[in-house]
């Protein structure tokens, strides 16, 4: 069966208070959702969908040259229209993993696992959860006695016993293309929001005893969204954490990690030594031995073996 992706990025993101489409704003140097494009691509799908809406002509100018297909949401009436507007792109004996264009830390091994457990299980749908000690204000999983997944119960509608249930959705599905092409337009908007959400396919696939199983997640953070620039900062603290722990395992020392802000593009080699309060941007390389001097700003830059960059130094390369 064939490999589908589609990325769901026509958000407005009214919460992040932007004239800039929410997925294109930076975390170390890269737009959100390039990090979800490249774990995309690094699937080897047979092909990638990219669901912009209005205002996201910068999106699409990003990616023109990427080789992803283009659908278009003409409304912002919820995740079940969404996958609706890219339905033309899809073939009917494709598997199609469905990703929010706002979740930059999940891993091409969480989502090769979805794509592998889909087709061993036969399901029609595999959805991705995570089970938390305090899951207050998520929607609940409930399966029957065979593990299918009956329902997705909203908290806020669940009774004492299903509030119990710590198995909670993550946002990220895989479906056969063929279910996709056949029930999403079935998907009314009876709801106090009028939008037309993708999870009443749970229903409608139980309810015709097809198969519907969960894969967890074995970290929380993969699956972490961003909708608010305090969360911008959480994620973009959480990933510059993941890069200097791997920087300083491979042989760098950094003096004051919370103090020194490196991007995502740069590459720094071993018996570098980086003092605090330091800020490496962009495409920089820094080779073997050099020493990057307390409060200096390097962009783009080349910092040869042995060189050391005095103090207080601005580096800026286009």
């Known amino acids: 069966m064939k490999k589908d992706i589609l990325i769901l990025a026509g958000g407005l993101g009214t919460r992040m208070k932007s004239s800039l489409p929410k997925v294109m704003h930076s975390i170390m140097g890269k737009p959100i959702l390039e990090y979800i494009f490249e774990t995309a ?9 990219m669901l912009i809406g209005n205002g996201s002509q910068k999106v699409q100018e990003h990616f023109l040259k990427s080789g992803c ?29 469905i990703l929010s264009g706002d979740v930059p830390l999940i891993s091409s091994s969480t989502l090769n696992k979805m794509f592998d457990f889909h087709s061993t299980s ?3 749908i595999t959805m991705l959860t995570m ?14 006695k065979t593990g299918n997944v009956e329902r ?5 509608d669940a009774d004492e016993e299903t509030r119990k249930i710590d198995e909670v959705n993550a946002g990220i599905y895989v479906m056969n293309a063929d279910f996709l092409l056949k029930y999403v337009p079935t998907i009314k908007n009876n709801n106090i929001q009028k939008e037309y959400y993708l999870t009443d396919l749970i ?50 020392t950094i003096e004051s990690p919370s103090t020194v802000h490196i991007d995502y593009d740069t590459v720094i080699s071993s018996d570098v030594t980086i003092e605090p ?20 700003h390097i962009e783009n830059g080349l910092i040869k073996s042995g060189e050391k960059v005095k103090p207080f130094s601005v580096i800026i390369k286009k």
């Open 277 to 296: 309060c330091v800020t490496i941007r962009g495409k920089t390389v820094i080779e073997s031995g050099a020493l990057i001097g307390s409060h200096s």
């Open 69 to 97: 297909s283009f659908a278009f949401q003409k409304n912002q009436l919820g995740t079940g229209d969404a996958v609706k507007s890219a339905l033309e792109f899809m073939e009917k004996d494709s598997s199609v993993l």
């Open 152 to 156: 997705i119960v909203e908290h806020k």
């Open 131 to 144: 089970k938390l000690e305090d899951p207050f204000g998520y929607g609940r999983i409930v399966k029957d």
């Open 41 to 49: 691509l690094s699937l080897n799908p047979d092909r990638i969908i």
């Open 122 to 124: 036969r399901n029609i």
């Open 203 to 252: 229903n409608m696939a139980y309810s015709k005893k097809m198969s519907v199983k969960t894969i967890l997640v074995d970290d929380e953070n993969e699956v972490k969204g961003i909708n608010t620039r305090k969360q911008l900062s959480e994620i973009e603290i959480l990933m510059q954490t993941r890069k200097k722990k791997e920087l300083m395992l491979g042989g760098v």
